[in-house]
């Protein structure tokens, strides 16, 4: 069992940057494949970045590659989400996750945190 809580949301204005954390609690986070998901209004849920359980490789939706950076501490238990160049596109509640391994789609994640807010003002 794992329970997941985000934190570092906020409003920012186009082309700032946030950092996003999730601490996880439980033992075997290191188990773990991590990903970040987000959500808009009135859209689904849409893959972010994932993270393999050793950190030593990560995936990017084109949308954040070359903007975003997933990483993680496994000593801390926590995984981040650097979010740099900001858009107002960006704009959605961001979720964290954990699941047996690094997948794009949602369905393959067994954990999911509560999310946390990010607004991009133009």
Sequence with gaps: QVQLAESGG??????GSLRL???ASGRSFSSYAMGWFRQAPGKEREF????TRSGSST???????GRF?????????????????LKPED????????????????????YW???TQVTVSS
Excluded: F
């Design 21 to 23: 954390s999730c601490a």
């Design 59 to 65: 995936d990017y939706a084109d949308s954040v590659k």
């Design 91 to 110: 704009t959605a509640v961001y979720y964290c996750t954990a699941g047996p391994w690094e997948s794009r789609n949602h369905h393959a994640y067994d």
């Design 69 to 85: 950076t997933i990483s993680r501490d496994n000593a801390k238990n926590t995984v981040y989400l650097q979010m740099n160049s």
């Design 48 to 51: 972010v970045a994932t993270i």
């Design 10 to 15: 906020g409003l920012v204005q186009a082309g």
């Design 113 to 115: 945190g509560q999310g």
